[in-house]
């Protein structure tokens, strides 16, 4: 008899679906989300339609619909022989084909009624609170390490809300609730912050590529984390919120020496540069002030940037003379945007 005929083990389905065997068996103990047929003993063996039942699953957690809701719908859509051929996919898979974990979440979700803008739920043993349904979803999907799932759904909260919406509401939430899991866990879930921040910094930075061609004839913004600063992410969700409104930026990353900052700043002339810290190791207000009075352009005709301290590291105190502490991305963008005659058709800032 054929493997396919026999169905194949718990653990194999467990590789495919990227969790652990003993997720597939609490599926089943909670939600009665198991094989339709058993053999004797406490074996299990999972048939391709059981196997198709728990990548629909899958799909449902990774769109942020809750466990129990989810396997009531995968269990159903088992039950209707139809249910493939009314979605316009392909008959399951045999069992021994070869997957990627979360390829079936590749193409827009299938939400249950009612399903939809939900915020209970566990979000994979995550400290989400309440948050939105897609927040729980890419929890749900970094837990399980399933990477073409975090792409598919961050692809489609950018598309249906908007970058700013989707790093404050989405992205955010879930990287702290990662970070807060991991430093409570003594160092695991690490794998499971580099992966998601992987795909986040990802789909910020196709965002950034969109800026209209109009956008190279402005002074761009400078965008850089200070010496010994590492945390680029919300640097790059800002320059994917510039590009979103027609701005032009010139990210220059992690850990930008001192004196690079400067010829950066010197030789690009920059309407604002924004300046990113952490924490107040890497806060220097020094280095602020030199930044901001570097001139740029021909004598008597020469500007200087607006220079923005963004980040938690920013003391109060180092808040100088022209200068400005957006409180969040929103807020940036809307600042540096009124710097910009027409953010539509970008043009030389005014002085």
């Known amino acids: 008899m054929s493997e396919e005929a026999l169905g194949v083990t718990t653990g194999a389905v467990a590789r495919r679906l990227g ?46 619909v809750p466990p129990a809701e989810a396997a009531r719908a995968a269990a159903a859509a088992r039950r209707r022989p139809d249910a493939a051929e009314r979605r316009g996919t392909s008959a399951p898979r045999p069992a021994g084909a070869v997957v ?56 489609r909260t950018v598309r249906a809300h908007g970058l700013v919406a989707a790093w404050e509401e989405v992205m955010v939430p879930t990287l702290h609730a ?15 912050e580099h992966l998601l921040s992987w795909h986040v910094s990802t789909e910020l930075r196709r965002a950034a590529v969109t800026v209209p061609p109009a956008a190279a004839r402005a002074a ?90 963004a980040g938690p590291g920013w003391p109060a105190r180092a808040v100088s003379e022209g200068m400005r502490r957006p409180r969040g991305l929103r807020e940036a963008l809307d600042a540096i945007s009124a710097l910009y005659p027409d953010p539509a058709v970008p043009g030389t800032p005014p002085p």
């Open 220 to 309: 761009p913004v400078v965008l850089a984390c200070l010496p010994g600063e590492q945390h680029t992410l919300p640097l790059e969700a800002l320059a994917a919120g510039l590009a979103e409104r027609g701005l032009p930026a010139r990210m220059f990353g992690a850990a930008v020496p001192a004196e690079a900052l400067r010829a950066a700043v010197g030789r690009s002339g920059p309407a604002a540069v924004v300046l990113w810290s952490q924490s107040r190791t890497t806060a220097d207000g020094a280095l602020a002030r030199q930044v901001g009075s570097t001139a740029f352009g021909l004598r008597g005709a020469r500007t200087a940037p607006v220079v923005f301290l």
């Open 19 to 64: 969790v652990s065997p003993t997720t597939v068996r609490s599926w089943e103990q909670r939600y009665g989300i198991g094989p339709a047929v058993r053999e004797g003993g406490r074996h299990r063996r999972w048939t391709p339609a059981d196997i198709a039942m728990l990548e629909e699953m899958c799909r449902l957690t990774s769109s942020g």
């Open 100 to 155: 990627p974990a979360g390829a079936v979440v590749a193409a827009e979700a299938v939400v249950p009624p009612g399903a939809a803008g939900r915020r209970g739920g566990p979000g994979g043993g995550l400290p989400l609170g309440e948050v939105r349904q897609e927040c729980r979803g890419l929890a749900r999907a970094a837990v399980r390490l399933d990477g073409p799932a975090m792409e598919a759904l961050l692809q």
């Open 178 to 192: 990662v970070g807060r899991k991991w430093e409570s866990t003594r160092d695991r879930y690490v794998e499971v």
